[in-house]
């Protein structure tokens, strides 16, 4: 019981660590089967064959490519946006900035389908058509809050002090921005980058109601379940949560070799 109490904590973590690594092995095990029918939902027998021609369904990989577009286009938009309203807010005293910290915040407070629809009534009432555009603009307004969020914290934690000491040694504004804040705020940026990414790639709700004929690969997966869910589905799944573990994984190799080098 002693040793319970002591890792209890422990214990607790790598049981939820568990439970939500658990569905992500399910899709990986299903991305080997070969299903009897349409339906990819009971284990029939080891094969590689999915693996061996990823792209096999018709409009699986243009679907996923331009998920990764619009992802990566969205990505770029809001750490560009919400980095510099992050510094706003954190360097700055101007009106409404009590306002504006609040505001920031709706957009993750805020039901999707709300916000999916409000968008949808926007675009339509300024006559816009739906497609690529309107789905990139909808995604970088969603992203940009938790691209503040993440970059704010950063800025809040950096010590002014290492800047006044910059310009006191002769470094100009973009000097000092590039070789002391920018570097310092670096892994803030880096971790909103990743979050608007995963978002972005990841939405349905808000994608569905502004993407008119655009198919992305949330979607396209949603339209397979309807009438049978193939095998290259659990492929991509794989790929990309073996390559979300790999960009973390070596995040956390640089870090440490980092930390290892300073102390040295």
């Given amino acids: 019981m002693r040793w319970l109490r002591k890792n209890l904590v422990v214990i607790a973590g790598l049981l939820t ?14 991305s080997f089967n070969r299903p009897k029918g349409r339906f990819n939902y009971s284990w029939q027998e080891f094969s590689l064959d999915a693996w061996k021609d990823p792209c096999g369904v018709a409009d ?4 996923l490519s331009l998920s990764l577009q619009l992802a990566a286009w969205a990505t770029l938009g809001a750490v560009l946006l919400g980095t510099m309203i992050a510094f706003a807010l954190v360097r700055y005293r101007f009106r409404a900035r009590g306002a504006i910290n609040s505001l920031i915040f709706l957009p993750m407070a805020m039901p999707e389908v709300v916000m999916a ?3 949808l009534t926007l675009f339509l009432n300024m006559g816009i058509e739906l497609g690529f555009w309107t789905v990139l603009i909808a995604h970088i307004m969603f992203c940009l809050s938790f691209v503040v969020t993440a970059v704010k914290a950063r800025v809040m934690s950096m010590d002014p002090r290492l800047e006044e000491a910059a310009r006191d040694l002769y470094a100009g504004p973009a000097q000092t921005f590039l070789r002391v804040t920018l570097p310092i705020a670096a892994p803030g940026i880096a971790a ?18 502004n993407a008119g004929s655009t198919v992305t690969f949330p979607m396209f997966v949603w339209g397979s379940a309807q009438r049978g869910t193939p095998v290259q589905i659990n492929v991509i799944g794989t790929a990309m949560f073996v390559i979300a573990v790999l960009v ?8 440490n070799r980092r930390k290892k080098t300073a102390t040295a």
């Fill in 60 to 63: 699986m990989c243009e679907s």
């Fill in 117 to 119: 629809a409000s968008l």
């Fill in 248 to 255: 973390v994984v070596a995040g956390q190799v640089i870090t």
């Fill in 192 to 209: 909103g980058a990743l979050l608007a990414f995963a978002l972005s790639f990841d939405d349905f709700i808000i994608t569905n109601f």
């Fill in 17 to 30: 660590l568990a439970y939500m690594i658990l569905p992500n092995l399910v899709v990986m095990a299903f």
